[in-house]
């Protein structure tokens, strides 16, 4: 059997899971087949009463029409057996004047906090021991699906892992299609956390800005993702003595020339730091046709190439606009085994904080423009 927990199998082929839908039908028909010995051992499920297929769906209406997108859905239809949601649900519940890009602040625009989280995963049958496949279907399929599994992964759910090229691969493959998505089992616990304790993290996978701020001030020591200034070597969770700040946006976002990307803020520009790295537009990271993520080891040396530190030593944090697009640059690097987080709050969020920021394309610790680290 395989570890539930490898990373090397958080990623799913289409043929693979068409073969894993099979075996979850067959449970579906006869409950009593909840174990995954028939599975192939590449995507061993231990439990398939714990399964969901999580489908995550944006066609980007604007402004935001619940019942315009959920016609669209219909009209693509589903992968049978999949639950369905709007990225923003695990930003803003069920909050919808609040969805993408009707932001306010950069908190508009963040994963809801840990016990909201957990909660709104419980209501569409989520928890701790759940196994979750997640898919993407609308625009930027790989982008969406990428950004629930984060949000998945730190909330503590154990076994998150990506159907690649979601529901259009899924449809060009011929796979079977439902007509309705499955209508979701809340559950009474999510499991295994304190839910009265309000951090936004309390998973080794992000950071926040205040915890960000601080590491580039203080760049040779250990800072964690749940922490505000303690710095507490036997925390299980703290970062590596060096750490690399990769920005996965245009490179005009990055230089400062390019201000039109959102609608709710016209900064660009980037993070300062002695350690950031522009690693590339995200469009390098997927097969823009069928949204396939690229090749593990071509991303790895693609980003080598770029000066990023892909030896596994230092710490990964990765950032864009608003915490989108960097997930997707992050479940790469954690499908490599590399030690990665997701800033969530991205640049908006930073400049959202009247922090500085650099617009100059060689940004190092002497940077006239990098008063922060002065």
């Known amino acids: 059997r395989e570890r539930r927990n490898s990373r090397a199998h958080k990623i799913l082929s289409q043929s693979r899971f068409k073969e894993l839908l099979q075996h979850y039908t067959n449970h579906i028909q006869d409950p009593t087949q909840i174990s995954g010995i028939d599975v192939p051992r590449d995507f061993y499920i231990e439990d398939f009463s714990k399964l969901i297929i999580l489908e995550v ?5 604007e402004p935001y029409d619940e019942n315009e997108e959920l016609k669209k859905s219909r009209e693509e239809g589903f992968i049978p057996g999949a639950i369905s949601i709007h990225p923003c649900y695990i930003e803003s519940y069920h909050n919808t004047k609040k969805y993408y890009p009707h932001y306010d602040s950069s908190e508009d625009g963040n994963i809801l906090p840990m016990p909201q989280l957990r909660h709104a995963l419980k209501e569409i049958g989520i928890n701790q021991e759940s196994t979750v496949i997640v898919y993407g279907k609308g625009v ?4 969406i699906s990428c950004r629930v599994i984060w949000a998945l992964m730190s909330a503590g759910v154990e076994d998150v892992r990506l159907l690649n090229g979601g529901f259009g ?5 011929l796979g079977e299609i439902s007509s309705t998505p499955k209508v979701p089992v809340a559950l009474e616990h ?4 304190n839910d009265q304790d309000n951090n936004l993290y309390d998973t080794p996978f992000g950071i926040t800005t205040n915890d960000l701020k601080q590491l580039i001030k203080s760049e040779n020591k250990f800072i964690y993702a749940n922490t505000k200034d303690n710095i507490d070597t036997t925390n299980s969770n703290k970062m590596k003595n060096t750490n690399w700040l990769a920005d996965i946006r245009s490179s005009g976002e990055f230089d400062g020339t390019f201000k039109d990307n959102y609608p709710f803020f016209d900064k660009s520009g980037h993070i300062p730091s002695a350690k950031v790295q522009y690693i590339g537009d995200w469009f390098d990271l997927a097969l823009p046709e069928s949204q396939l993520l690229k090749d593990l080891d071509d991303v790895k040396n693609q980003w080598t190439k770029l000066g990023l530190d892909t030896s596994g030593e230092q710490t990964l944090i990765f950032y ?3 915490g989108w697009r960097s997930s997707i640059s992050f ?14 709050d991205g640049f908006y969020g930073w400049t959202f904080a009247e922090l500085p920021f650099c617009t100059s394309k060689d940004c190092f610790s002497k940077c006239s423009h990098c008063s922060l680290l002065k």
């Open 190 to 193: 999510f499991g295994g956390f």
């Open 140 to 143: 930027v399929s790989t982008m």
């Open 169 to 173: 691969c899924w449809k060009s493959s």
């Open 320 to 322: 864009c606009g608003t």
């Open 331 to 344: 479940f790469l690097a954690y499908l490599m085994g590399l030690d990665a987080k997701n800033y969530d």
């Open 57 to 61: 769906v944006c066609f980007f209406t």
